[in-house]
């Protein structure tokens, strides 16, 4: 394995009965990055985390994390980890630095030496002022806030973060992503696992696209969306009504699938050339069809993944 590796998986595969859940995953994760791995639920991501964090066994590759084997070193591995899941792990019946000490003593550190550790997480996280609530009385981000401290009361080379964001309002997922900024910033390399693409924009310098169990595209969130055409127009419409006639229009004038979005007058496609973006807008106005407003720059993270899978981010949740 390389030294500037993190992680390094060759044809990473795993069954669960008649179902290949992880088929043939191939990753290389450089050290002290934030990589993201993105895809729908019922893609893979969170058995191939797993599998990297020696909770299962693959059936099929190979993994090394941080040098080692995952099945053969699985207890260097461990010690060298953490892994924050979907759902908080703390326990709701104790208060945030009740769960930290015990944690805290559980790895080894001496009473005084926890209640201080506990203190400085808390501290550093914001959740100070919750004292001595019950963590069931904390908020949902609070929650995750406590869930990935207690993730650090040791602090990992490696951190796998598995939809740390799931479920919390705006303020609360900006605070986790300042928190795994820090991470970070202090040297800890981050597996990012998400479902939510502004997500993965936001944090990753390189992003691995899984859908169905396997890898099919990998790179920095510029490369990907290179690779789908080198702009993006966006339409609005004056008349919703006028969508379907529009969206009909615009596949034919620029011979690509048009997406609609959720305003239901907005449509986008992906154009690689400018000239014919406009030729498309002057042939909507010569049909009647009025527009509102567009913009002409470079795809989403969405219009990557759908042009890839042929698909949304969502779906009906399949074994994974």
Request: proline share 4%.
């Amino acid at each position: 394995m390389t030294a500037t590796l993190a992680i390094e998986a060759e044809g990473l595969r795993k069954d669960f009965g008649d179902t290949r859940a992880v088929d043939g995953v191939d990753l290389r994760v450089a050290r002290g990055a934030v990589y993201g791995v993105l895809g729908p639920n019922g893609a893979g991501k969170t058995t191939t985390i797993r599998m990297l964090a020696t909770l299962l066994r693959p059936d099929g590759g190979s993994a090394r994390v941080l040098g080692h084997d995952v099945v053969r070193d699985a207890d260097a591995v461990r010690e060298r980890i953490s892994l924050t899941g979907q759902l908080a792990s703390v326990d709701e019946d104790l208060s945030g630095p009740e769960n930290l000490v015990l944690l805290a003593r559980l790895l080894g550190y001496s009473r005084p030496r926890s209640a201080a550790r506990a203190e400085q997480l808390l501290d550093a996280f914001g959740l100070a002022e919750a004292g001595g609530r019950l963590v069931k009385h904390y908020s949902g981000g609070m929650r995750r806030r406590l869930d990935i401290a207690a993730s650090i009361v040791v602090t990992p080379e490696l951190m796998f973060l598995d939809e740390p964001t799931t479920g919390l309002d705006p303020r609360s997922r900006n605070q986790v992503w300042d928190i795994v900024r820090a991470l970070v910033g202090q040297g800890t390399t981050v597996l990012l696992c998400t479902q939510y693409l502004d997500e993965a924009d936001q944090l990753a310098g390189r992003i691995a696209v899984i859908d169905q169990g396997k890898v099919i595209a990998e790179g920095t969130p510029s490369q990907l969306k290179a690779s789908v055409g080198s702009g993006s127009l966006q339409v609005r419409l004056l008349d919703e009504d006028q969508r379907p006639a529009a969206q009909r229009l615009l596949a034919e004038r620029l011979d690509a699938p048009v997406q609609l979005e959720g305003d239901p007058a907005a449509l986008s496609v992906n154009v690689a050339d400018a000239e014919r973006a406009t030729d498309a807008l002057a042939e909507l106005a010569r049909e009647g069809i009025g527009v509102a407003g567009f913009s002409l720059g470079q795809p989403s993270l969405d219009e990557v993944f759908l042009a890839l899978t042929g698909h949304a981010t969502t779906r009906e949740e399949v074994p994974a």
